[in-house]
C-alpha cells in the first residue's frame, strides 16, 4: 500500500512563508507525478500544484508566483514552498500521486491569520 505523509503545516502570519514536505513510499517513486492539493472549509479540495518525473510543473492560478513545488527523487519527497501567505490560503493541504489510481495522504493544516 503506498503510503504518503505530510509534514510541515502550521500556523503562520499573513504574508510569511512555510514549506511542505510529503514523504512516499511504497511506490517508485522517480516515475510518478507528485500534487498537492487543499481544502479549506466548506469549500472542494483543489489542485494546488503538480510535478512530473521530468520536474515539468503546474500551478492553480491564485498560488502561481508564490508557491514553489519541487521533488527529491533521493529522498523520495515532493515539497511545497509557499511565500507570501494569505489567510484565504488557509487549509488543509493533501499530498497526492496516482494515475487511474490514485493515493492520498492525511494532510497537514495550515492556517494563515491575517
Known amino acids: 500500500q503506498v503510503q504518503l505523509v505530510e509534514s510541515g503545516g502550521g500556523l503562520v502570519q499573513a504574508g510569511g512563508s512555510l514549506r511542505l514536505s510529503c514523504a512516499a513510499s511504497?511506490?517508485?517513486?522517480?516515475?510518478?507525478?507528485m500534487r498537492w492539493y487543499r481544502q479549506a472549509p466548506g469549500k472542494q479540495r483543489e489542485l494546488v500544484a503538480a510535478?512530473?518525473?521530468?520536474?515539468?510543473?503546474n500551478y492553480a492560478d491564485s498560488v502561481k508566483g508564490r508557491f514553489t513545488i519541487s521533488r527529491d527523487n533521493a529522498k523520495n519527497t515532493v515539497y511545497l514552498q509557499m511565500n507570501s501567505l494569505k489567510p484565504e490560503d488557509t487549509a488543509v493541504y493533501y499530498c497526492?500521486?496516482?494515475?487511474?489510481?490514485?493515493?492520498w495522504g492525511k494532510g497537514t493544516l495550515v492556517t494563515v491569520s491575517s
Open positions: 511504497r511506490i517508485i517513486f522517480s516515475i510518478n507525478t
Open positions: 497526492n500521486t496516482g494515475n487511474g489510481m490514485y493515493y
Open positions: 510535478i512530473t518525473s521530468l520536474s515539468g510543473t
